[in-house]
């Protein structure tokens, strides 16, 4: 692989309309295929939209479509898997456009493993303490009873799609958003899960807490992905 490829860059977009989020991610697949660019973490915010991913369930969508449009939601049925999600803003959302071939990684799973791990090296620079669980895709709080772990508040999801083995889509980082949007679905199709921020964690408002997020997460995908 050319060197200048294997290095990964880190691009901020600012709060992007989840359409045109869309097409940044399908532009960056085409030139990363096309080895016209490398490998991309394209980091943004959403206006307030729910996404429902290939593995969705109707179900888990609480309230009607009809009311999602009256409170501004968006709503778009996309490629990733996993189930359904909520965007807004005061959440860091990544796009890793990474080829796995090219790097020689034609193992999805261990992908995603790294991605949680980079996510929760940035979440312990910020003084907090997330954990991967077993069967389950995304980054939870650890949280101990009885001297067992338990994964009760999820902190980051993910959720990818592939083309040609370049991965697309890839994780939303709860920061300083306003948690009560999750109550319009059942978060990741997860019943027992209770979604969390990195604000409420800190117990701290959000004066620089996004931007000093944002720096974390570009160092530690930038060494993870290197």
Partial sequence: MNPVESRLSVEWLGRVAYSEGLEAQAKAVEGRQNRVSGDRLLLLEHPPVITLGRNSREANLLVSREILADRGIGLHEVSRGGDVTYHAPGQLVGYL????????????????????????????????????????????????????????????SIGIGLQRWVT???????????????????????????????????????????????????????RAFA
């Fill in 97 to 156: 456009i990474v080829d796995l071939a090219a790097r020689g990684e034609l193992d999805v799973h261990h992908f995603l493993r790294r991605m949680e791990s980079a996510l929760i090296e940035a979440l312990e620079r910020l003084g907090l303490r997330g954990r991967s669980v077993v069967g389950r895709t995304g980054v939870f709080m650890a949280e101990e009873r009885g001297g067992e772990e338990l994964a009760q508040r999820k902190i980051a």
């Fill in 168 to 222: 697309y889509h890839g994780f939303a980082l709860n920061v300083t958003l306003d948690l009560s949007g999750f109550d319009a679905i059942v978060p990741c199709g997860l019943e027992d899960v209770e979604m969390t921020s990195v604000g409420r964690e800190l117990g701290c408002g959000p004066l620089g807490l996004d931007e000093r997020v944002r720096q974390e997460i570009a160092r530690t995908f930038g």
